[in-house]
C-alpha cells in the first residue's frame, strides 16, 4: 500500500512540472525609460491565427499588469516566436527487487516508461529598443503544450506561459 501511495504521488509532482523560463537582459539599458511597447510589424510567430490571438489577448493582458502600454510611437518593440519539440516523456514506473543473506547483498531495478512523447512549445519573448534597435531583455519559456487541447484550455495555457515569461520584467538589478 505504502508503494502504491508513492507512486501515485510520484506521478502527480511529475505530471505538474510545468512552465519554466529563463531571462536575459543588457544590462546598460536603463529599463525606467520604456513605457511604451508595440509588436514588432512583421511578428511571425509561427502559431495558427487562432492560437496567435490567443497569444496576443494573453500579452495584452499581461502587459497592462506592467508598467508598459501599448502606443503606436512605441519606445520598445516586442517580438514572440516559437518552436516546437516533444521529449519522450519523464514519468516511468520503477521497480525494485533487493534480497539478502547471510552477507551476500543481491539487487535488480528497472524503470518503465508511462506515456508516449509529450509535445512542448518553446517561446521566445524579445523586446527591442525602437530609437537603437537593439535588443534589450528576452524570456525563453518551455512549456508543455497540447495542440488538441480545447480553446479555452488553450488561451489559459498562454495566459501562463505568458505570465511567466514576464515575471522578471523589469529586471531586478
Known amino acids: 500500500m505504502k508503494f502504491l501511495k508513492l507512486f501515485f504521488l510520484c506521478l502527480v509532482l511529475s505530471a505538474c512540472s510545468g512552465t519554466q523560463a529563463v531571462y536575459d537582459y543588457d544590462e546598460q539599458a536603463d529599463f525606467t525609460a520604456y513605457n511604451s511597447v508595440a509588436i514588432y510589424p512583421e511578428l511571425r510567430s509561427g502559431l495558427s491565427q487562432l492560437d496567435e490571438k490567443r497569444l496576443m489577448t494573453a500579452i495584452e493582458g499581461q502587459l497592462t ?23 519522450q516523456s ?76 514576464f515575471k522578471a520584467y523589469p529586471p531586478k538589478r
Open 90 to 165: 519523464r514519468n516511468s514506473l520503477g521497480i525494485g527487487l533487493g534480497g539478502t543473506g547471510r552477507n551476500v547483498g543481491v539487487g535488480v531495478s528497472g524503470g518503465i516508461p508511462l506515456g508516449g512523447p509529450e509535445t512542448y512549445l518553446r517561446l521566445t519573448f524579445d523586446l527591442i529598443d525602437v530609437s537603437t534597435d537593439a535588443l534589450v531583455w528576452q524570456a525563453v519559456v518551455d512549456s508543455k503544450f497540447d495542440f488538441n487541447a480545447n480553446p479555452e484550455e488553450r488561451q489559459r495555457r498562454f495566459n501562463k506561459i505568458v505570465e511567466e515569461a
Open 65 to 87: 499588469n506592467e508598467s508598459l502600454s501599448f502606443s503606436s510611437n512605441p519606445d520598445l518593440y516586442l517580438n514572440v516566436y516559437t518552436e516546437e519539440y516533444r521529449e
